[in-house]
T-cell receptor
Framework: GIQVEQSPPDLILQEGANSTLRCNFS?????LQWFHQNPWGQLINLFY???GTKQNGRLSATTVATERYSLLYISSSQTTDSGVYFC??????????????FGTGTLLAVQP | NAGVMQNPRHLVRRRGQEARLRCSPM?????VYWYRQLPEEGLKFMVY????????ESGMPKERFSAEFPKEGPSILRIQQVVRGDSAAYFC??????????FGEGSRLTVL
């Protein structure tokens, strides 16, 4: 099956710093999403981005499907950005069942 | 528009009892998914349902687990004769199109 690798595994930032999180996947995909799991365990949908670039406030994401990677950018980080960031993909095997395969996540801690 | 609603948020069961987890999708969403997050692990797909139909249950354990999404009412994930290894966070997600997923806050099952 498709493999999803995220880097770095963990990251500590000072408030106000910028960061880039990376997601590599081993095969072509027809679905890619970024999620944030906050310290209370809630999973928040950040981006649906199988290709191209999107921005939402201080967050933006880019997926280069032909090179099998996606990047999540966090600018001017805040303590509320802390948590685990997951990339999840569905392989392009025909049809769409949204059987997302999750990466192992990047644990982000933003210090005041 | 209310988000995906899951209940109970926390459930404690003794070994051998039954656990029932409920999920009400977002309004207008006809695709429902269940994922499980074991301690120190990522999220794993369990089952994909549409109204009155199981579309893909390839991630469900073969025994003791079942899921339904009836014509009326919430989706139910049922675990019979729970064991300690079933302790996990169970997340429900819904989608309007079968593409972008929106997750609930999860139900945390503890088996004593």
């Amino acid at each position: 099956g498709i493999q999803v690798e995220q880097s770095p595994p963990d990251l500590i930032l000072q408030e106000g710093a910028n960061s880039t999180l990376r997601c590599n996947f081993s095969d072509s995909v027809n679905n890619l999403q970024w999620f944030h799991q906050n310290p209370w365990g809630q999973l928040i949908n950040l981006f649906y981005i199988p290709s191209g670039t999107k921005q939402n406030g201080r967050l933006s994401a880019t997926t280069v499907a032909t090179e099998r990677y996606s990047l999540l950018y966090i600018s001017s980080s805040q303590t509320t950005d802390s948590g685990v960031y997951f990339c999840a993909v569905e392989g392009n095997y025909g049809g769409a069942t949204n059987k997302l395969i999750f990466g192992t996540g990047t644990l982000l801690a933003v210090q005041p | 528009n209310a988000g995906v609603m899951q209940n109970p948020r926390h459930l404690v069961r003794r070994r051998g009892q039954e656990a029932r987890l409920r999920c009400s999708p977002m309004k207008g969403h006809s695709h429902v998914y269940w994922y499980r997050q074991l301690p120190e692990e990522g999220l794993k797909f369990m089952v994909y349902l549409q109204k009155e139909n199981i579309i893909d249950e390839s991630g469900m354990p073969k025994e003791r687990f079942s899921a339904e999404f009836p014509k009326e009412g919430p989706s139910i994930l049922r675990i019979q004769q729970v064991v300690r290894g079933d302790s996990a966070a169970y997340f429900c997600a819904s989608s309007p199109t079968g593409r972008e997923l929106f997750f609930g806050e999860g139900s945390r099952l503890t088996v004593l």
